[in-house]
């Protein structure tokens, strides 16, 4: 119960070099990953959701268990 942890979690995959992250959604279609508030490593800005269920992915970002 954070104080500002109010934005839905999810996984985002970089449009551009296809890297996986744990991301917020901090707007409708808007994602960042979780600790990288300069995007992706590659510089992207623009990152599509992926399904929670892909659970055995790779993840850069920093991601904690339920
Ligand atoms: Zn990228």
Redesign the pocket.
């Known amino acids: 119960m954070a104080d500002g942890d109010e934005n839905r979690r999810s996984i985002a995959m970089?449009?551009?070099?296809?890297?996986l992250y744990a991301a917020l959604e901090i707007s409708e279609d808007d994602y960042r990953p979780i600790g990288r508030r300069d995007?992706?490593?590659?510089?992207?800005l623009e990152f599509t959701p992926v399904d929670e269920s892909v659970s055995d992915i790779d993840l850069e970002g920093d991601v904690t268990d339920e």
């Open positions: 970089c449009e551009e070099c296809g890297a995007g992706c490593q590659c510089g992207s």
